[in-house]
């Protein structure tokens, strides 16, 4: 079955400051596609990076990489130099390559405070 | 860049009464579209996945008759909740695929319909 866990239900940090969210999933297909995106207050979402599986580099984007672990099935998100404007929502997504439908985690709140 | 444009934001309806929500998605073909509703407790729940020319697909717990979905072309799709009730009430969200490249093969989001129901 496939399942998108993300195990912090929140997370808070001082900015300035790097931070991790966890996720990791679960699927059959040996090809996939992962996913962060993030929330904000106004309930808009943005979405920031993505993993393919076949990829081995981690994808970096801005201040936004990955920890791409395949044999854990992990897929972190990692922000350096956190700024206030990141707090928000994070959810961590997957698509099967065999299918349209895309799986969600719960999401990671994170609160950067100054 | 990639835009997915939905409206109305935020509607109010009175119990029974159906509403129609729409999405467009601007700068890219949207192959697919996926519509969900999030919770309070911002827990996504797909509703259907709409793929042009092809069925739309409904999830357990969400049919055509409450839920009828319109998918015309590359860059629309409105739902319509039809006899809205309390527990109908939620953020709609529209994912609109972009399968522009295999690169480029994300979902976006629309900022959603802000569903109350009265």
């Known amino acids: 079955a496939q399942k998108v866990t993300q195990t912090q239900t929140s997370i808070s940090v001082v900015e300035k400051t790097t931070v991790t969210m966890d996720c990791v999933y679960e699927t059959r297909d040996s090809s996939y596609f992962l996913f962060w995106y993030k929330q904000t207050a106004s309930g808009e979402i943005v979405f920031l990076i993505r993993?393919?599986?076949?990829?081995?580099e981690n994808a970096t984007v801005g201040h936004y990489s990955l920890n791409f672990q395949k044999p854990k099935s992990s897929i972190g998100l990692i922000i350096t130099a956190t700024q206030i404007e990141d707090s928000a929502v994070y959810f961590c997504?997957?698509?099967?390559?065999?299918?349209?439908?895309?799986?969600f985690g719960d999401g990671t709140q994170l609160v950067v405070k100054p | 860049g990639a835009l997915v444009y939905q409206y109305p934001r935020r509607t109010i309806c009175k119990s029974g009464t159906s509403m129609r929500m729409e999405c467009q998605a601007v700068g890219f073909q949207a192959t697919s579209v996926a519509w969900y509703r999030q919770s309070p407790q911002k827990t996504f729940e797909l509703i259907a996945l709409?793929?042009?020319?092809?069925?739309?697909?409904?999830e357990q717990n969400f049919t055509q008759e409450k839920f009828p979905i319109s998918h015309p072309n590359l860059s629309f799709s409105s739902m319509t909740v039809l006899n809205a009730y309390l527990e109908d009430r939620g953020l709609y969200l529209c994912?609109?695929?972009?399968?522009?490249?295999?690169?480029?093969?994300?979902?976006?989001f629309g900022p959603g319909t802000r569903l109350l129901v009265l």
């Open positions: 993993q393919d599986s076949y990829k081995k």
């Open positions: 709409s793929t042009v020319n092809s069925a739309i697909k409904y």
């Open positions: 997504a997957m698509r099967e390559g065999s299918n349209n439908r895309i799986f």
């Open positions: 994912g609109a695929r972009d399968r522009g490249g295999w690169d480029q093969d994300t979902q976006y």
